[in-house]
T-cell receptor, first 114, second 113 residues
Framework: KAGVTQTPRYLIKTRGQQVTLSCSPI?????VSWYQQTPGQGLQFLFE???????NKGNFPGRFSGRQFSNSRSEMNVSTLELGDSALYLC?????????????FGEGSRLTVL | GNSVTQMEGPVTLSEEAFLTINCTYT??????LFWYVQYPGEGLQLLLK?????DKGSNKGFEATYRKETTSFHLEKGSVQVSDSAVYFC????????????FGTGTKLQVIP
């Protein structure tokens, strides 16, 4: 069974540009969540989608947005990039939102903003 | 709000040493608790979990017990190996929290031969 796939794995952008990251969850998983990982802040929750609906959102500015498609694939977009957006962006999927459910993570997309 | 505090790293141990990584939490309600591990260049993967007080999660020689009275979920292993070198994250999720998991800042473990 294929794991969570994130693309691209690495990318470099300049300030002011925008970026779109993609996440394909494990087949059959309907919930996708996104996290930002930085050395200083650790893992910060961005948002979570289930059946194309955003159910939960973290404390990030409106420049960070996302969506989920009918096949459960998800994208996140960051507009007007800032240097501080440099991070590893992790996507995680889960079959359902059970409280004790395991999150399955992709390897991440490493974004560098110059 | 919810929060997870874990010991600062890096932690450097010799092979076969005993490992403890402390984790305490603050949460509303009754959270489920997790330890995730991140090997170099990879995403996180679940190491173990516990869903109610006094539960003990275990996997690959690692153990952690859900202590409600001390709001703790310390990770232990009796004899670490070089292959255990990774970053370890303590995490929680509360009832109704959907997929919003709160993570600690991570503790880097380095095991030397």
């Amino acid at each position: 069974k294929a794991g969570v796939t994130q693309t691209p794995r690495y990318l470099i952008k300049t300030r002011g540009q925008q970026v779109t990251l993609s996440c394909s969850p494990i087949s059959g998983h309907r919930s996708v969540s996104w996290y930002q990982q930085t050395p200083g802040q650790g893992l910060q929750f961005l948002f979570e989608y289930f059946s194309e609906t955003q159910r939960n959102k973290g404390n990030f500015p409106g420049r960070f947005s996302g969506r989920q498609f009918s096949n459960s694939r998800s994208e996140m977009n960051v507009s007007t990039l800032e240097l501080g957006d440099s991070a590893l962006y992790l996507c995680a999927s889960s079959p359902e939102a059970g409280e004790d459910g395991e999150l399955f993570f992709g390897e991440g997309s490493r974004l560098t903003v110059l | 709000g919810n929060s997870v505090t874990q010991m600062e790293g890096p932690v450097t141990l010799s092979e076969e040493a005993f490992l403890t990584i402390n984790c305490t939490y603050t949460a509303t309600g009754y959270p489920s608790l997790f330890w995730y591990v991140q090997y170099p260049g990879e995403g996180l993967q679940l190491l173990l979990k516990a869903t109610k007080a006094d539960d003990k999660g275990s996997n690959k020689g690692f153990e952690a017990t859900y202590r409600k009275e001390t709001t703790s979920f310390h990770l232990e292993k009796g004899s670490v190996q070089v292959s255990d070198s990774a970053v370890y994250f303590c995490a929680l999720r509360t009832s109704g929290g959907y997929q919003k998991v709160t993570f600690g800042t991570g503790t880097k473990l380095q095991v030397i031969p």
